[in-house]
């Protein structure tokens, strides 16, 4: 059987990194973002230069909520191995100062899109062994960042959705995994669209950072593993893979 890896918010960043890490290791992929234009030449550099994998994308703007699951259906022709979602933005202008509507359009795109996505995943494939969903959250997601009083309590939500969903899924034997990717800081396009300021770069916003290949590559490192969650430790800033953190007063094991 043919398997994918599925990777929204493909065509930049931390997706765009893990889908040429993705495909040098022969994994066949499908691509999912709202950029039609990066994603097809993604697919046809990737296919240039790895022959012998398979690489579709999806264009699907995910604040859509009403079109999610006709995008899902498309995704029913592939067996997909491994569902990450990345996707994801943020808006660097003061929380009191932003519209309902920025509001909304956050909370789509950073919680609802997520938590429908992983539903239909995790229906169609809670029975099926090797079957892993990823989830981006953020350190934002485990410790308050203060500088960002909404973007912070969204990341805690992906995180607590994601540990208690396959703490769930564990207590009713379900096959499939579902993990969590924790970065800090990385050098991607994420700080321009928040600032919406394109001469922004990362040095001028912090001291320390990882590039979108690193944060790649400590995803491949926990898709690999028997472990939930990839974190940076902020301290030391190593990467570290662990078991939930969240508290579990109810744990049934």
Known sequence: ?????????????????????????????ILVARREEKLAALKEELEDKYPSIKVDYLVQDLSQIDELETFYQKT?????????????????KDFLSQTSDEILELMKVDMLAPTLLSQYYLRDYQAIEGACLVNVSSVAGYELMESSPFYSPMKFYISAFSENIGRYLHNQEAAVQVKILAPAAVNTAFINVASQDESL????VWKRY????????????????DKVLAKVNLDSREFELLDPQLPNRWAKD
């Open 210 to 225: 990882n590039e979108a290949d690193e944060i790649a590559a400590f995803l491949d490192q926990l898709i690999k593993s």
């Open 76 to 92: 029913k022709a592939y067996h997909i191995k491994c569902w990450i979602n990345n996707a994801g933005f943020s808006n660097s």
């Open 1 to 29: 059987m043919t398997t994918y890896t599925l990777i929204t918010g493909a065509s930049s960043g931390i997706g765009e990194a893990y889908a040429r890490l993705a495909a040098s290791q022969g994994e066949n992929l």
């Open 201 to 204: 770069t990362a040095d001028d």
